[in-house]
């Protein structure tokens, strides 16, 4: 019968306590520089946009539009919260709606089939998401630069993750938890709604502030499907191109202007501080009521 | 009292069906292209809706091939592009295209060579087509000294890091026409377009947009870069130099706003009535050989008349010498304004305008 | 004791016969959901229909020249009209070939996961293992954070501090130093190249893998941990010996899913990657050029071209990509079953 540990390696080793403590300080070591500098990274990020974006960091940008080569970023912070609220919309109900299906009704051979299109999906550039929408959506149905179609654009970005996550999160469940429900009483359904995802809610979080994060950042698909606009957006969910803020790092740090630089770092500041928020109220939240459910 | 409240309904009525007239009348307009033609774009589009509140225009800098197709399409309105469309476009076009001028634009060299940034060094352009093709590997090649006496000792024997752009662009463009039509091998080879199939050469680099390129060259000593001349100012902060080019007549000149009226004034009596002319390499002893029109690629039948009347509108004034070909806008971004004949002609496209 | 069904059902779906109670929520919910899988498979499914239907036309002209040839020419757009080969229309002196990009993508993305897997995997088990229960949650949010930095600003971060420091300092380090290994030794260029892109890549898909790693981890029963280190194992034995091997398929998928990012990644790797045109690096500092990011710089270009080849061959460069993708997948799942089947025979 095979164990998890291999007992005769671990025989031979019992002996060698001082060497093998001493390899595993040294990797623990390791583990916790790796980790410094994942941490680290990210502050010389920031720092490297927030530097740069001082210049043009007023209250001002905040209720005035862009006209451009610069002025403000308004129009593009509605825009990306309407465009990325669109797109999660769409992402929740598709995305843990198919994680849910993977763990709770698909067989073996469906499951393998759809955990490999998912990790497909993933592999899909953004660019190829972009004109595909750019082509079927714009062209072909005629919807123009649309907060509907760059919306769309995004959930297929975001969607791979989203699916793994709830997937990884339904599994992590606790085998007892699961059975204890049904023996109860419940339904599929029931216990799902009652149990499991409660249960897995964090992990569900996780991959959906992954997506989010990503979806944020995103500018090549949004070109070709939300375009661009100096304006502040309408509810108009097509024929009406919508701006957002990658549009002005990418596009605005290409201009002469100096001016148009430092909105293009401010830009960018406010998307990580936006990110960074986001991240922690949603934490917090789910945190407080993880607490409840099991207080 | 009940008098009194029935007209101020009625006066909230009136005032209201004139403010959603005043806004049903709105015309939307979208302008996309060009990155190079972009900025300009915008200081024009920023004044003129504030004097014209009826209209939105809305502007991407997205790309000429990209302003081309979409103005083809009919998704934008303005189709900004820095190169005129080909026959083959032309013909492809399901309805007639106009090409219409809206600025000059010109081009310079810069090269990041320690010691030698202060100076302008002489370069032809068969001299810079075997720098980007790969025949000519060293700074201190004989035909880079043979032009540049002055320095023979002070150029390095160093190898030249030929930086183009890797994204399709306006300058590529223009820097390509000047290679083609000043030297034959490459017109044979390489020739011209927003992207080019680049001869491999082992050093070569490829930067993505003009401040890609600036930054490029100012990291690479021993680099040389084609750069829009809006960035004139920037490639100046970063202590790059910029190349005397050789002209058509022969001799070598700087990128002056007296040299680019020079080369656009040589040409503008062979400008045709569709306005589709490059203007690299023109005649005349004082011409700068890269400069070229920036235009505003449109189609003639717009889908409806208020946004015909809107369009012409604008680009009326976008071409004139009062509004957006006035220098405060053009200076801002080192370009130069339209010749009066030219404008005639621009005038005349746009009134076919529909 | 746990045993290995334990470990198994832990991280591994549960039959459809589990639920065996079906009341008409449940249909409702299973149609419901089923649904939306069939929408996330259907997705694929157009894309990949989509980007065949349009490149067809350009396979058709291309041949099997597109997998062989380093040059990538859209011909003279200015020149006299189109001509045909194999039937299609074309510029002349057109030329496609996908060589230069596949390189690019297959060994920027190798870089990336050689410099990524590690990091990530240590920050990971010291995120499950040794951060206090009071930071984790700060900690976990810090390293997610920065999945979610534009692409575009790594972009800039790369052009105007990794690409200097490569082509300064690391470069020339490397090749003093260890020259002798093939890629490393030669000529520095100037920091655009493999290398920027490949640490760029890496630093992006870092958060993705070690967040997903960690999750996985967490989810090993303690019971796993506590009994190797009862066996007399060191805290460090019971990680890499216990848990990882239990958690190994989530921490498989974790690195699937990096791959796929760093597959598909464009702008970032658009700004420091060199842009190389018809040649291939000798060594890992020179320029090369990645089948998504030429899409993104080449599109513009390929609609001045009236054929619309250059824009089919650039949706037949994205299909190479969707089927490198498919290969990476297919691949990666095979090793794993093979990984498998050899530990259970042991």
């Given at each position: 019968m095979k164990t998890l540990i291999d007992e005769r390696r671990f025989r031979a080793m019992r002996s060698n306590v001082a060497a093998r403590s001493a390899i595993g300080s040294a990797w623990w070591l390791g583990s916790a520089l790796a980790l410094a500098a994942s941490i680290a990274m990210l502050f010389a990020l920031f720092w490297f946009v927030l530097v740069r974006g001082v210049p043009a960091l007023r209250p001002e940008i905040f209720v005035t539009v862009t006209n451009g080569i610069s002025g403000g970023l308004a129009n593009a912070i509605v825009g990306t919260f309407m465009l990325v609220l669109g797109g999660l919309v769409l992402v929740m109900i598709v995305g843990v709606g198919s994680g849910i299906w993977l763990t709770a009704f698909a067989g073996p051979r469906m499951v393998e089939v759809t955990r490999f299109l998912t990790d497909v999906l993933s592999g899909v550039p953004s660019i190829v998401v972009g004109y595909f929408g750019y082509v079927?959506?714009?062209?072909?149905?005629?919807?123009?630069?649309s907060l509907a179609a760059g919306a769309i654009a995004l959930a297929i970005i975001m969607l791979p993750y989203v699916v793994r996550g709830t997937d990884l999160a339904l599994i992590a469940v606790p085998q007892e938890l699961r059975e204890g429900a049904l023996a109860l009483g419940s339904s599929t359904s029931r216990s799902m709604f009652m149990v499991c995802l409660p249960s897995a809610m964090p992990g569900i979080l996780t991959s959906v502030l992954l997506a989010v994060s990503i979806a944020l950042g995103e500018t090549a698909p949004l070109i070709y499907t939300a375009g661009w606009s100096n304006y502040m957006p309408s509810a108009?969910?097509?024929h009406s191109p919508v701006g957002y803020l990658t549009y002005v790092v990418w596009t605005f740090i290409?201009?002469?202007f100096a001016q148009s630089h430092a909105l293009a770092y401010a830009a960018a500041v406010i998307l990580m501080a936006v990110i960074f928020l986001t991240n922690v109220v949603a934490r917090t939240v789910v945190d407080v009521a993880a607490q409840r459910l099991r207080g | 009292m009940k008098q009194k409240f029935v007209a101020l309904v009625l006066g909230c009525a009136m005032v209201a069906s004139v403010a959603t007239a005043a806004t049903a009348e709105t015309v939307k307009m979208l302008e996309t292209g060009s990155s190079l033609l972009y900025p300009l774009m915008n200081l024009w589009v920023a004044d003129y809706t504030k004097d014209n509140p009826g209209v939105q225009i809305t502007t991407q800098s997205t790309g000429s091939g990209t302003g081309i197709s979409e103005a083809i399409s009919g998704v934008a309105q303005i189709g900004a592009s820095d190169a005129y469309m080909s026959d083959s476009q032309l013909k492809a076009a399901p309805s007639p295209m106009l090409n219409i001028p809206t600025a000059i634009s010109a081009q310079q060299v810069n090269y990041n060579l320690p010691g030698l940034n202060d100076v302008h060094l002489k370069l032809s352009g068969p001299v810079l087509a075997g720098i980007y093709s790969g025949s000519i590997r060293y700074w201190d090649d004989k035909s880079i000294v043979a032009l540049n006496k002055a320095y023979a000792s002070k150029l390095p024997h160093k190898g030249i890091i030929p930086i183009h752009r890797s994204d399709g662009s306006g300058d590529t463009f223009i820097f390509t026409q000047y290679l083609t039509f000043s030297t034959p091998s490459w017109k044979n080879g390489p020739?011209?377009?927003?992207s080019i199939s680049w001869?491999?050469?082992?050093t070569a680099v490829g930067a993505n947009g003009n401040p890609g390129m600036v930054q490029a060259c100012k990291a690479a000593p021993y680099s040389i870069a084609y750069i829009g001349v809006s960035f004139l100012n920037e490639t100046d902060k970063a202590g790059l130099g910029y190349a005397m080019l050789e002209n058509r007549a022969g001799n070598f000149v700087l990128p002056t706003a007296e040299n680019v009226s020079a080369a656009a004034a040589a040409l503008v009596s062979k400008t045709p009535a569709d306005e589709?002319?490059?203007?690299?390499?023109?005649?005349?002893?004082?011409?700068?050989p890269i400069i070229n029109y920036e235009y505003a690629i449109v189609r003639e039948?717009?889908?409806n008349a208020e946004t015909a009347a809107a369009l012409k509108k604008f680009l009326s004034w976008g071409i004139s010498s009062d509004g957006?070909?006035?220098?405060?806008y053009l200076d801002k971004v080192h370009f130069k304004p339209l010749p009066e004949s030219v404008v005639k002609l621009s005038i005349k496209q746009i009134d076919k305008i529909h | 004791m746990t045993t290995q069904t334990q470990v198994d059902r832990a991280t591994s779906p549960p039959t459809a016969?589990?639920?065996?109670r079906h009341r008409p929520g449940d249909v409702a919910l299973q149609w419901g959901t089923g649904a939306m899988a069939a929408v996330t498979a259907a997705l694929v499914f157009l894309i990949a229909i989509f980007l065949a239907v349009y490149a067809f036309p350009a396979i058709r002209f291309n041949g099997l020249d597109f997998l062989t040839t380093l040059t990538w020419n859209m011909g003279?757009?200015?020149?006299?009209g189109p001509v045909a080969r194999n039937g299609i229309a074309g510029m002349p002196g057109a030329s496609f070939g996908v060589v230069v990009f596949l390189y690019g993508t297959l060994m920027s993305s190798f870089v990336a996961m050689l410099v990524a897997t590690p990091v990530a995997l240590l920050a990971a088990v010291a995120m499950v293992f040794r951060v206090p229960a009071s930071l984790k949650t700060p900690v976990n949010t810090l390293v997610e954070?920065?999945?979610?930095?534009p692409s575009v600003v790594f972009g800039l971060w790369g052009i105007v501090v990794l690409v200097p420091w490569i082509g300064n300092a690391l470069g020339p380090w490397l090749s003093a130093h260890?020259?002798?290994v093939p890629f490393l030794g030669g000529s520095i260029g100037t920091g655009n190249g493999l290398l920027a892109s490949g640490v760029v890549l890496a630093i992006m898909i870092l958060p993705i893998m070690a967040a997903t790693m960690r999750d996985v981890m967490s989810a090993v029963p303690s019971s796993i941990y506590e009994a190797s280190i009862a066996l007399g194992g060191t805290s460090w034995q019971a990680v890499t010996q216990a848990v990882l091997p239990a958690a190994r398929a989530g921490i498989f998928g974790a690195a699937m899913l990096a791959l796929g990012r760093a597959l598909g990644e464009t702008m970032a790797v658009l700004m420091v990657?060199?842009?190389?045109?018809?040649q291939l690096p000798q060594n890992i500092y020179q320029p090369i050029n990645t089948m998504a990011a030429v899409i993104v710089s080449q599109l513009d270009s390929a609609l001045t071209d009236s054929t619309l080849l250059a824009v089919r061959s650039l949706a037949e460069i994205a299909l190479v990509l969707f089927a490198i993708t498919l290969v990476v997948n297919v691949g990666a799942r095979l090793i794993l079953r093979l990984a498998g089947n050899l530990e259970r025979s042991a």
């Open positions: 079927v959506l714009l062209g072909y149905l005629g919807w123009g630069f108009a969910p097509f290409n201009q002469p | 020739a011209y377009g927003t001869p491999a050469v082992p589709r002319i490059s203007l690299i390499f023109a005649p005349g002893a004082k011409s700068y039948q717009q889908p957006g070909n006035a220098m405060k | 016969g589990a639920a065996s003279n757009q200015y020149g006299g954070l920065m999945a979610g930095v260890l020259g002798w990657s060199g842009a190389a045109m018809n």
